[in-house]
């Protein structure tokens, strides 16, 4: 983590001394080594470039990947270590069924009630929590 703590450090001071359009070239080339680690199964890697790419929308700056962001979590949900990914998945689904479109709430519930269970049965208590109270 504190290489990636590093890395954001480098692309906000590049934000400064270059711009926007600085900034997004070094996270771009900072999410290919992530994709990279990915393939080869580095589960931390995937989750990072997972939640950078979601929360950002990375792909309005370039679209280098075959993936969307949430590819990335889906694969990491799958592992054994995937609890995180899982938790963040159930909770996509969550605010969509909360202010997404109304015809497929129940489809959104559905899919959030899955993944919380999911992530609470690898040992997220949190998703264990959600997972009861939306039931």
Do not use: H, P
């Not at 979601?54 to 949900?77: E, H, P, R, T």
């Not at 054994?80 to 990914?85: P, R, V």
């Not at 899982?86 to 899955?114: P, Q, R, T, V, W």
Request: aromatic fraction near 14%; hydrophobic fraction near 35%; charge should be positive.
């Amino acid at each position: 983590m504190r290489k990636f703590t590093q890395k954001l450090i480098q692309i906000i001071l590049n934000i400064v001394k270059k711009g926007i359009k600085g900034a997004c070239e070094m996270l771009n080339d900072y999410l290919i080594e992530m994709d990279k680690k990915c393939d080869k199964n580095d589960f931390k890697a995937c989750v990072l470039a997972g939640l950078a790419i979601s929360i950002n929308d990375f792909k309005k700056w370039k679209n280098y990947n075959k993936y969307d962001g949430n590819a990335y979590l889906y694969k990491v949900c799958e592992s054994e270590q995937g609890n995180f990914a899982c938790l963040n998945i159930a909770n996509m689904y969550f605010n969509e069924y909360l202010f997404g479109i109304k015809s497929k709430k129940d489809y959104y519930l559905y899919m959030a009630k899955k993944y919380y269970k999911k992530s609470c049965e690898k040992g997220n208590s949190a998703s264990c929590e959600k997972f009861k109270n939306i039931n």
